[in-house]
T-cell receptor, first 112, second 114 residues
């Protein structure tokens, strides 16, 4: 059964730092991996989706990488800002289905 | 504006009183899904629907029902709510012509079952 893990659960960094969030999954037979951002009291906003055939995706200051063989994805945030403070979640669809498994998230706080 | 709309946003009710949480999307998406989010457990999928009249169970379907009679709507029904269904619920939608399409989420419904 697919399991998705995100470490650390929480992270505080000073403004301007580059940082990396981690996502691990146990079943490498995935179609894609999606990174989301969740602000308090809000729904999830899709940040990046990496297809299984891709190694990385970039959007602005965000870069997500995917290593299927090792069951890992990283979300790199460059030059962090206080507005980046949120919970970041990763999710994968279970192989052969449209059932999605989410990690429990990393709560990020960027200090001004 | 493309969006997924859930109603109500907040609800406090009592055990056993049937309730329905509505979800509507205006993006002509085939795929719709319901999740619940609990502290320490993350988001867990309740039910999903690939298209009209096509629904399937997620990881935690017990105590819930869904229907998909129209493409834009996917209501979540709690026939006899219990306190362990107190949670934050999210509806999501996406295209299904190819699985590599991002999901779009509603703002959530916070349910408290007393």
């Amino acid at each position: 059964k697919q399991e998705v893990t995100q470490i650390p659960a929480a992270l505080s960094v000073p403004e301007g730092e580059n940082l990396v969030l981690n996502c691990s999954f146990t079943d490498s037979a995935i179609y894609n991996l999606q990174w989301f951002r969740q602000d308090p009291g809000k729904g999830l906003t899709s940040l990046l989706l990496i297809q299984s055939s891709q190694r990385e995706q970039t959007s602005g200051r965000l870069n997500a990488s995917l290593d299927k063989s090792s069951g890992r994805s990283t979300l790199y945030i460059a030059a962090s800002q206080p507005g980046d403070s949120a919970t970041y979640l990763c999710a994968v669809p279970t192989s052969g289905t449209y059932k999605y498994i989410f990690g429990t998230g990393t709560r990020l706080k960027v200090l001004a | 504006e493309a969006q997924v709309t859930q109603n109500p946003r907040y609800l406090i009710t009592v055990t056993g009183k049937k309730l329905t949480v509505t979800c509507s999307q205006n993006m002509n998406h085939e795929y719709m899904s319901w999740y619940r989010q609990d502290p320490g457990l993350g988001l867990r999928q309740i039910y999903y629907s690939m298209n009209v009249e096509v629904t399937d169970k997620g990881d935690v379907p017990e105590g819930y029902k869904v229907s998909r009679k129209e493409k834009r709507n996917f209501p979540l029904i709690l026939e006899s709510p219990s306190p362990n269904q107190t949670s934050l619920y999210f509806c999501a939608s996406s295209y299904t012509r190819h699985i590599n399409q991002p999901q779009h989420f509603g703002d959530g419904t916070r349910l408290s079952i007393l």
